[in-house]
Every structure is written in C-alpha cells, then in structure tokens.
C-alpha cells in the first residue's frame, strides 16, 4: 500500500493479499501487488545467471470447467518450474539478489480501459514503402478500393517466392547416399495477393519485391523468377519495399480472418516465419490429395485439371497464385456435384499421372529445389 501525503512525503505499507481493498480508498492510497521479480543467481565460476519469478494471472490458468487460479512461476532459460509465493519473494543476498522488482496495482481494469488494440492497420495496404524511384518503378499490383477492403472470410490468393542465403551443406556417406548436415536459408523475395471475388477477381493487389541486408548466394531465378537486379534499390524497376512493411501487410489480413488460397502455403509460412490458423488456409496441395501418397505439383494440376500450361520458362508469384486460385474454384465446382465425384476425379487424375510417369506431354520437367525442402511435421 502507497499513501501520498500533502507534503510529499511517501507512506509504503505492507498490505496482506488475502485482505480486500476498501471500496472507497481515498484518493492519494493506492494498493499494489507484486507481480514479477528478476534476481540474479551468483556463481563463483562464473558470472551467475538471471532468474525470472512471475505470478501469471487467471487468463493463462482457464480450465474447461471454468475454474481459474494465479500461480508464481520460475523462468530459468528454458526451465519453468511452478512455485509457491514465498519462494518468490524470498531475498537472500548471499546467492539470490534482486535486480528488479515488478509492481501491479490491484483492482487496475476499474481505473484503466486495458482494451488490447491491434496497431496494425488498414494503412498498411494503402501507404507506399517502396525503396525505388516512382518514375523508374513497373507497378504489377492495383490496391485495394474501399469497397473491396478484406473482411472476415474473404478469400484471399497467396503465393510466394524464395532466394537463398546460404547453401545447403551435406556430406557423402560410405554407402554413396549423401547426409545433409545443414539445410540451406532461405528468404522471402517476393510475396503477391489476388483478390479472391468481385469483378477483380486474380487481380493482384499486393505485389512486393522484398529488399534483403543479407547476401543472396542463390537467386534460384529458374524457380523463383527473382533476378539478381530485381532486389537492388538502385538497379530494380520492381515494387521493392522492406520485409517489415511486407510482413505487416500480411499480419493486417491474418488478423482480420482472410482465407488464404494457395500452393504449398504451409512451408510459405513457414519459411517467412508467421503463424496462420488453420482455418484460414486453403492449401491446393491438400485438397488435390490422396493420404499416402504423392504431393501433385502444381503445374501438373494446372495440366489436368484447367488444361493450361504454367511455368513454363520460370516461375512467376501472379500466375501460381492465380493458378490455385482457379484451382480452388475447379474443386468446389466438382465437390458441389457430390463427395464421390471430387474423390472420383482425384483419384483418376492418381491413375493418370501413375502412367505417364507424372510427366507433362512435350514439356520438360525440371527439379524445383524448393519443394525439395524438409521442414519438422511438414509433409509438403
């Protein structure tokens, strides 16, 4: 407990937990919980380490029957340990000394609104964050109208494109096979969205060459479609902008519940390191899928399903975005005639490619590298 007096003088009490605070305090008393401390642990061999005591609220504590409780926790690295509030609080300056001491006022939503408030905007769609001069840039992308501002359940089309920062470093084992030891690093260099319905529909209204501080080892450009000139803020004539401005435009519509439509999408997110619920994803790799089988490229069912050709000298983000974009519409098409006859068609489409080898006639298959990527739990 704080009492201020008028003459500025500063009154600490110690004020027990279990008590409860008075409905009408006056106005210069507040009350106050601890609600973190940060010690140092000493050590003669070395320098000691910091510890964190952190009593973690009821929102973190919900139960499916709806019964909450606050307990003290222990952060040490990696270790989380629960503990009782004594041993919290407890000082010993021999080993154990407080660095910092976190104070929580009680009863604190009846004073302040604690509303949590998304900072990331509509904005982020509108502002420019290009890195090259508007009279040299090639504009591939149209925005967004007011009218067709994404809202919950809108579908969005997705795809992106990688380079590489380093490469992927194996070693060849006695039995001839090769082992890898690091896999190589990969970047986002270019993200694009399409508008999902309207009139617009497979229009892109984000097409963004993403500049990187790092050195680019590999442009992958027979996969990636991205040029070592494309990414120079000096030489480029893309719509060159930073990660950060990327990544917010993508978090502006994770959050407001977008359905993302695309080929591959888990490793895309992956790989650009954000977290999308499952809801919100739309995979073509899925939804044209036989459980323990081969993932279908998606040039080859752009062949089969839409009779198109893609890819054909490079990659390009608008048309596979676009592709699964159609894709997604080709299946519901066919699923809307029944369960059977969407399993019927993915299933012939299995006996098709078995026999001819999963070759497209008259076109020359080459390895992607990405899809070559191994990620933990991604079947991809």
Sequence with gaps: MMDLHPDGTLNVEEYPDEQAVPRDPPPTMKYYEVLAVVYNIKDEKTAGNLVACINVGETYHQRKEKVTCTQWYLFNDFSILPIEKHEACAVNLDWKVPCTIYFKRRHLTKFHDLTVTNPITVKVLKEDFGLVNPANRKVTFEPLTEEELPKEGDVVALDAEFVSLNQEESELRSDGTRSMIKPSHLTCARMTCLRG?????????????????????????????ISPGDLNPELSTKNLTTLKSTYVKLRYLVDNKVVFVGHGLKKDFRVINITVPKDQIVDTVQLFYIPRQRMISLKYLAWYFLKTNIQSSTHDSVEDANTALQLYDKYQEIAAEGSDKIRAAIKEMYEVGRK?????????????????LQFPGNNN
């Design 197 to 225: 319905k309207g009139e617009k529909k497979g229009t892109a209204f984000i097409d963004d060459y993403i500049s990187t501080q790092e050195q680019v080892v590999d442009y992958l450009t027979q996969w990636s479609g």
């Design 356 to 372: 001819d080898q999963w070759k497209i006639p008259d076109v020359e298959e080459l390895e992607n590298p990405l899809d070559m």
